[in-house]
């Protein structure tokens, strides 16, 4: 039966609102692993659980904020970091954290983004890029590849996309990271490493949307964009910027790490 | 640099601009939080408060531009903040977004609006009115909302202070909706004494934090007390529509039950809401509805036509949104008719025809400068015929 409880609790019910599941997204997404690597990274966070604050925006990762019981804001569409930002600066007590796409942080909201790196905002910012506009159906945004399908494109993607990391590293974010649904531990650990890191903060995690952009670009289904991060992706932390471009559909290098940990230096761990 | 700290309420008579009165009034009210983006006739609030605020322990912040600070303005809120910004025309388009976010989450803020002449750029430096209708119906959807129109600097004080009340009281957005000419002449304003400001903070929630604490359940008023962000009740607040859980809902019947909640707080608190003041209004025939900057042109042209024989009233209101549609209503039986002078092309004029059956003779100029006694004396005597 639907609804019906197979096992009567899981490790990862506090921190999901348990009663809203099951969640939205479609069958193959990276999201729900996102989310799972999220709820550890607060679990096991230094932080108390009553002072993490979840925002995000418009989108299938804008649906993050619902899913996670701690204070959780889903906003308008590009303004998870303003809101953030507001928080953040009226109570410096909460650890605020932004989940949200690579269309609402990087189109409708890019501005915010560059604005609140510059004055390094001391909230973090987890990008969950699936290189299009996933919600409203797969049209391409600001990071599909040159060349890929979409239903606004018909002959195909021709503006060049975001490179994210580098658009954080130019701006002086205090850490940035890049991962991929695939790599929950990493994903988790770097997850920590940024909530402990003071100012700015940075994470993008390339997921898979087989409906919006895998199947509509030979990517294939979930499983197959999980086994293209396993065969592809490279861990280089003092990797150049100019390795750092993406494009699933070539037979070519993913580079994931933690491209800038100044922040830590900046304030010893304990 | 000043190293002076100066206390939250300046007690005392003050020569005062009216962004500047508008700013003291709100640091008095305990607004601890402005987020803004500088536009001219508003930019004197951002610039008294980024000295004021810091000096009583608040946060100021310039965001990039009037959507994000429009947001951090609700993000603030949130965290406890009393907060606020202050725009013209072209930034308030722009905060039309996350002030729909503020009246579907309930996120008491007050929006200072320094109305210049429009469409566009319009006159960034000349004055106008015609900002009336935008803070109607400016963000998409169904919902009410407040909106004060001060005609002097001691009302920028005084009707900043009440928008926070209200903004509270009501947990909405609340819009001071002032003009050009309001905003930048200068005259005498007294800040009472402390303990003379009325001061009535939102209401929190009594109950102990728990896991299914309902955020949206109202109390008799329609007004749910509003938990911050790091008290403990994990709450979750959406712009989807929502139950009282706070959680997205997507049938019709809870769409319906909130956003008729949301009209339904303000409009059966409209009496407690709607202010005006009446001049020689009692035994009028022909009264002038006129608001902000025009109502002092208005005020003198009814002392003149009362001087030529004629019997005029100046009807002006304070609260103009909502609309004090009864009063209208009350008066049109014993009036010739209305004369509404604007510095638009009939805004409120249409407003005031929807409740009278009487004329409703508009006096309009689309802005740039203040309308004359001179026209509005000429609309008062074709009036009485
Ligand atoms: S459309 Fe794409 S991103 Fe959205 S839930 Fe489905 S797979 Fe995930």
Redesign the interface.
């Known amino acids: 039966m639907i609804g019906e409880k197979v096992v009567a609790s899981h490790p990862e019910d506090s921190l999901l609102r348990a009663d809203r599941l099951p969640h939205i997204w479609c069958p193959g997404c990276g999201l729900g692993a996102i989310t799972t690597s999220y709820t550890r990274a607060l679990q096991e966070s230094d932080v108390d659980r009553d002072r993490h604050v979840t925002v995000s925006g418009i989108g299938c990762t804008g649906r993050v904020a619902g899913y996670v019981h701690v204070d959780s804001f889903h906003t308008t569409h590009g303004r998870p970091i303003p809101f953030a930002t507001g928080l953040k600066i009226y109570n410096p007590e909460l650890e605020v954290t932004v989940i949200s796409g690579d269309g609402d942080l990087f189109a409708i909201g890019g501005n915010h983004f560059i604005h609140a790196a510059r004055r390094d905002a001391p909230i973090n910012v987890f990008c969950v890029n699936n290189f299009n506009y996933a919600m409203t159906g797969g049209q391409h945004g600001p990071t599909s590849p040159v060349g890929s399908n979409s239903p606004t494109t018909p002959a195909g993607v021709s503006d060049r996309p975001f490179n994210l990391p580098r658009l954080a590293l130019a701006l002086g974010a205090n850490y940035v990271a890049r991962w991929t649904s695939l790599h929950v531990r990493q994903l988790q650990r770097s997850m920590q490493q940024a909530l402990n890191t003071p100012g700015f903060t940075f994470i993008e995690i390339l997921s898979p949307c087989p409906i919006g952009y895998g199947k509509s670009n030979g990517i294939g289904d979930g499983l197959d964009e999980m086994r293209h991060y396993r065969d592809h992706c490279v861990v280089d932390d003092k990797a150049s910027i100019y390795d750092m471009e993406i494009d699933l559909r070539a037979d070519a290098p993913v580079v994931l790490g933690v491209f800038r940990r100044d922040g830590e230096r900046k304030k010893p761990r304990d | 640099m000043t190293t002076e700290t100066r206390p939250r309420v300046l007690t005392g008579k003050h020569f005062m601009n009216g962004d500047t009165a508008c700013a003291e009034g709100a640091v008095a009210a305990g607004c ?2 402005f ?1 803004g983006y500088p536009i001219t006739p508003s930019t004197e609030v951002a610039e008294r408060l980024a000295v004021r605020l810091p000096e009583v322990g608040g ?1 100021f ?1 310039v ?3 009037e ?3 429009m ?11 009393r ?1 606020m910004t202050a725009t013209s025309g072209p930034g308030f388009t722009l905060m039309m ?2 002030i ?2 503020g009246v579907m989450t309930e996120t008491p803020c007050v929006v200072v609006d320094v109305q210049r002449g429009s469409p566009s750029t319009g006159l960034p430096t000349l004055v106008g009115q015609s900002d009336i209708m935008q803070a109607k119906w400016g963000s998409h959807g169904d919902y009410q909302i407040v909106a004060y129109c001060p005609a002097t600097c001691q009302e920028m004080f005084d009707l900043t202070v009440k928008a926070f009340n209200t903004a509270d009281r009501y947990r909405s957005p609340v819009f001071v909706l002032s003009d050009e000419i309001v905003g930048h002449m200068t005259e005498g304003v007294v800040i009472p004494e402390t303990d003379e400001i009325e001061i009535t903070p939102v209401r929190r929630p009594t109950e102990p ?1 728990r ?2 604490y309902p955020v949206y359940r109202p109390g008799p008023d329609l007004v749910p007390p509003m938990p ?13 529509t929502h139950d009282e859980r706070g ?2 809902a997507m049938d019709p019947d809870t769409h319906d039950e909130l956003v008729q909640r949301l009209s339904r707080k303000i409009l059966e608190h409209a009496d407690e809401i709607i202010e005006y003041e009446e001049v020689l209004v009692d035994d009028a025939e022909v009264v002038v509805v006129a608001y902000g900057s025009v109502s002092r042109s208005a005020r003198e042209a009814v002392q003149q036509a009362r001087a030529r024989g004629i019997k005029a009233g100046l009807l002006r209101p304070i609260t103009i949104w909502p609309f004090m549609s009864e009063r209208i209503k009350e008066l049109d039986p014993r009036v010739k008719g209305f004369v509404v002078p604007e510095l638009n092309l009939g805004q409120v004029a249409g407003e005031v025809s929807r409740h009278t059956s009487k004329t409703v003779r508009g006096v309009n100029l689309a802005g740039g400068e203040l309308l004359a006694p001179g026209a509005i004396i000429e609309a008062i005597e074709e009036v009485a015929g």
């Not at chain 2, 303005?73 to 949130?78: D, E, H, N, T």
């Open positions: 601890d939080f987020a946060k912040i965001m990039e531009d959507l994000g600070s947001a951090a303005v609700l993000g603030g809120a949130w965290a406890g903040a907060a977004e996350n729909g976010l934090p896991d299914d911050r962000a790091g008290d403990g009740y994990r709450m979750h607040v959406t712009g989807l959680y997205p």
